[in-house]
């Protein structure tokens, strides 16, 4: 896949995540215990031969850009392409320098756009979907199938979960022609699900935008996808493979415990091929006596005395004696202290749960506590 460049669109406000996203990007937003969203979608371009990526970053990408850096874990700090972080500028000054939609942001891009040597685009219009491939596939359906324009689609393994505001249905004809795409609407069972990734030639992608942004447009998928329908060869390409929406806390909740499935877990992280992440040297996790850990993934660092099931501990965490917790997330660097009761609960980053606290959630409504909370 020599002749395509990767283009990420890192995330706009991503209000349904609540205070996972107050501080940083969807992109960032770690998940699996030792991993962030974008190390899936720049894994997935690096094992596919594409070696040109630029990411388009929005508010609060300071996080994104602590964490991806050169792009030295993804073998993209190279003399010639590799990994570009680009800016989060408009040329509308009336969005105080940010922009509003994703047709905006790519068109605030443009210049990196004409520069790249390669003549397709592989673009991901927001970091909303978990997912292990090889485009080799989906590129190929693309070029021999004469599309303008490919979507990729799918059926997430949390389609159950309620959609969010800004996902995207789309209805498939037998010819494999996208008919339709309804942003926004509730699932029917006969509705696919798009994948925000899309193949495109470069040189109509800069005339799609140029012609959208002229009509006032901001939206990829409203004012470009939508228009084109009927007027440009739209293809959709069917992912079969496993994946995972996470919109929505329920959906990060449900995503994130779905790891703990070995054969879920083997096909997101090794499936098409190894996903990378920045490398941080953490001494193995400890665990004492009276430690008790059932379906759990713990990660290095942590040093556990309590009791722990159907749990993701990132790095750095630790339990100490007589604390419990169950069907739970806790981020890197949180504490909790002894007697302390977790069920159906996120803590984000360096939160401290003290003695004898109890937090109780549901499945499907999970509590979240902010990064470097203390409760």
């Known amino acids: ?11 706009t406000e991503d209000q349904e995540l609540r205070d996972l996203t107050m501080m940083r990007s969807i992109a960032a937003v770690p998940i699996a215990g030792r991993y962030r969203v974008i190390d899936f979608y720049l894994s997935n371009l690096v094992n596919s031969g594409i070696h040109n990526v630029g990411v388009i970053t929005y508010r609060n990408y300071h996080s994104l850009m602590d964490h991806i850096s050169g792009g030295v874990e993804w073998d993209l700090s190279r003399k010639r392409d590799g ?4 800016p989060p500028m408009s040329q509308h000054t009336n969005h105080n320098g940010f922009y509003s939609g994703t047709a905006e942001a790519i068109n605030g891009v443009k210049s990196y756009i004409s520069r790249c040597a390669q003549n397709t685009c592989l673009l991901h219009t927001n970091c909303r979907t978990i997912f292990n491939t090889n485009y080799s596939q989906a590129y190929e359906y693309h070029k021999s199938s004469g599309a303008d324009i490919t979507m990729m ?3 997430p393994g949390n389609k159950t979960e309620p959609p969010s505001k800004g996902e995207a249905m789309i209805s498939v004809d037998e010819s494999g022609a996208v008919t339709d795409v309804f942003p926004g609407r509730t699932y029917k069972k006969s509705d696919y699900i798009s994948m925000d990734t899309y193949f495109i030639n470069k040189d109509l992608l800069l005339r799609l935008v140029d012609d959208c942004v002229m009509r006032g447009g901001t939206d990829f998928i409203r004012d470009i996808i ?14 079969t493979e496993p994946s995972y929406k996470i919109d929505t806390l329920e959906r990060y909740f449900k995503a994130s415990l779905a790891f703990l499935d070995t054969g879920i877990r083997n096909s997101l ?8 992440t920045k490398v941080k040297d953490e001494v193995p996790a400890r665990y004492s006596k009276s430690s008790r850990v059932a379906n759990s993934l713990v990660s290095d660092g942590c040093y556990i005395e309590g ?19 169950k069907n739970c997330i806790i ?14 609960v996120i803590l984000d980053k360096k939160c401290t749960i003290l003695r004898g606290r109890r937090m109780v959630g549901t499945e499907n409504h999970p509590m979240i506590v902010a990064k470097g909370s203390t409760i």
Do not use: C, H, T, W
């Open 1 to 11: 896949m020599k002749d395509v460049f990767g283009l990420i669109i890192s995330g």
């Open 83 to 86: 990994l570009f972080i680009l």
């Open 153 to 155: 689609y799918g059926i």
């Open 226 to 239: 939508i228009p084109s329908l009927g007027k440009l060869n739209v293809k959709g390409f069917y992912y």
């Open 269 to 276: 992280i090794d499936g098409s091929g190894p996903v990378y």
């Open 307 to 325: 009791s722990i099931e159907n749990s993701l501990l990132f790095r750095g965490v630790q339990v100490a004696r007589g604390a419990v917790i």
């Open 331 to 344: 981020m890197q660097e949180s504490q909790i202290q002894a007697n302390a009761v977790l069920e159906n």
